[in-house]
């Protein structure tokens, strides 16, 4: 590791790699009423997503590239707290969506009609979601104060921790949870086969997200959760314990034990579509992969 090669700052490695794909995309599609380039950026929570995806975006939106460019979160989908506690009510043994985070606690009809107004250039209302409300556990925040955009839209970039997820095989999820149940490691064995093959089946239906969209030790993400609920505190004046986070967090881990090894690999069956950004715990980057 220490023979590694440490970049800082991570926008000019993406800019250098988008840049031709939105070139070629333009070219093949150069009519106002084409759809925009879907960019989809994937990484464990508090890995510094939200802030690449910001930086990158502004480097976009001003001379010499001026693009139009519309930015929101897989978190801007959750369900409403409403919807969330009648979900937890539902499936009161499966602590897997106890609270928001795995597959099956995001709005897929709402994500579907976002995508396909963006997709054919419509003004589009973007949902947004408030992590702070009702003490951390969180809510859609009121429709009102949703942005309003207008097309052309040239880039929509979307990220989220389970972006590029895809469903696994059946057999695939049992054997990996039988691995965990055996060897104590990790957290799929603390979940039932049950619960763990229903959040499986609800990631099927995120297709819908990740067919649009063109961190190695995951345990920094308790970390980084913390650190950033910490920041929350500070400037709103509430958010989570430490325990609660943990707690919070552990929802999580079960989708990144299951999905990142995929995802690491490739989520498109086209190769070159897709960077490997690799960060170590200090969010720098260590190694560039284009698969």
């Not at 690449?52 to 976009?60: G, H, P, Q, R």
């Not at 799929?188 to 030790?217: C, M, P, Q, R, W």
């Amino acid at each position: 590791m220490s023979s590694t090669i440490v970049i800082k700052d991570k926008t000019p490695i993406l800019t250098t790699f988008l840049l031709p794909l939105l070139n070629a995309h333009t070219s093949a599609n150069p009519a106002a009423s084409s759809p925009p380039f879907f960019l989809g950026i994937s990484g464990p929570q508090g890995s510094g997503k939200s802030t690449l995806v910001s930086a990158l975006a502004i480097t976009l939106r001003t001379y010499p590239h001026s693009l139009n460019v519309v930015v929101f979160s897989v978190d801007d989908l959750y369900l409403t707290h409403a919807d969330q506690v009648a979900l937890r009510e539902l499936y009161p043994d499966n602590k897997l969506v106890r609270h928001r985070g795995e597959p099956g606690t995001h709005d897929i009809e709402m994500a579907k009609k976002v995508f396909q107004s963006l997709h054919h250039q419509q003004e589009t209302k973007i949902p947004s979601y408030d992590k702070s409300a009702y003490e951390g556990q969180g809510d859609r925040a009121d429709e009102a104060s949703w942005e309003m955009v207008s097309g052309p839209y040239d880039l929509v970039i979307f990220e989220g921790w389970c972006v590029g997820f895809r469903p696994l095989p059946d057999d695939v999820v049992e054997e990996a949870w039988n691995g965990g149940r055996t060897s104590g490691k990790g957290t799929l064995g603390k979940h039932s086969l049950e619960h763990l093959l229903f959040v499986n089946t609800k990631l099927k239906d995120y297709g819908t997200i990740t067919d649009k969209s063109d961190a190695e030790d995951i345990s920094c993400v308790y970390d980084w959760r913390i650190e950033q609920e910490h920041d929350m505190i500070s400037s709103r004046g509430r958010g989570m314990t430490d325990d609660q986070i943990i707690e919070f967090v552990n929802g999580y881990m079960p989708a990144y034990e299951l999905y990142i090894d995929n995802l690491r690999q490739g989520s498109f069956e086209e190769k070159g579509k897709q960077l490997r950004v690799v960060i170590g715990k200090d969010r720098n980057v260590v190694k560039v992969v284009n698969i």
